[in-house]
């Protein structure tokens, strides 16, 4: 596709529930990366890959989360048992990556995610 | 850890009016990126400034950054409906690509 593409759109869940949300990055991509956004305030990093290699987790906020991208393309969030503190917006952003130093990065239209 | 602090929060223009938003480090910025929200929507990318003095624009957008590299403005030169949304300020780190987003303005425009 010609952006980045996430599903589902939304997503809700009872809490204790796990969730998986999907990130299909722009083709051809090396860098990938997942933010959490809280209502009303800016993404807040959350994991970053170089291909299939997690270089980042410094922002995953706790060991029930868990990020992969077993191919260097599409990458899964799972949250096991989920909270209610959980509900955020997940973003998806790719970049070209590589040898530049500054990349821009692309976004996704994002998953809502609810815990109820 | 680096921290960016945008002002106003949220701002109410009329159509045609020009208006700024500012975007504010506690560190020296390495790379700077500005990106449009709409409401259920993902960011998109409006511009990114790296150097210090360094002035872009696109269509009627002009971003700038000083040459102290710790503050950047946006200005939106007669504002239209389409100019509505949350502008948000991202910065890059040195060696990373991960950003660190300033909590974002929510523009309203009124006709």
């Known amino acids: 596709g010609a952006g980045v593409s996430q599903s589902p759109r939304y997503k809700v869940a009872k809490r204790g529930q796990d969730v998986a949300l999907r990130c299909d990055p722009i083709s051809g991509h090396v860098s990938l990366f997942w933010y959490q956004q809280a209502l009303g305030q800016g993404p807040e990093f959350l994991t970053y890959f170089q291909n299939e290699a997690q270089l980042d987790k410094s922002g995953l906020p706790s060991d029930r989360f868990f990020a992969e991208r077993p191919e260097g393309s599409v990458s899964t969030l799972k949250i096991q048992r989920t909270q209610q503190e959980d509900s955020a917006v997940y973003l998806c952003a790719s970049s070209p990556g590589g040898t530049h130093l500054i990349n821009i990065q692309y976004f996704g239209a994002g998953t809502r995610l609810s815990v109820l | 850890s680096q921290e960016l602090e945008q002002s106003p929060q949220s701002l109410i223009v009329q159509e045609g009016k020009n208006l700024t938003i500012n975007c504010t480090s506690s560190k020296t910025l390495y790379g700077l990126y500005w990106y449009k929200q709409k409401y259920g929507e993902g960011l998109i990318f409006l511009m990114m400034?790296?150097?210090?003095?360094e002035e872009k624009s696109h269509e009627k957008i002009t971003a700038k950054l000083d040459e102290k590299k710790q503050q950047s403005s946006l200005h939106i030169t007669a504002s239209q409906p389409s100019h509505a949304g949350i502008y948000l300020c991202g910065a890059a780190n040195f060696g990373n690509e991960k950003l660190t987003f300033g909590t974002g303005t929510r523009l309203t425009i009124i006709p």
């Open positions: 400034l790296q150097k210090g003095g």
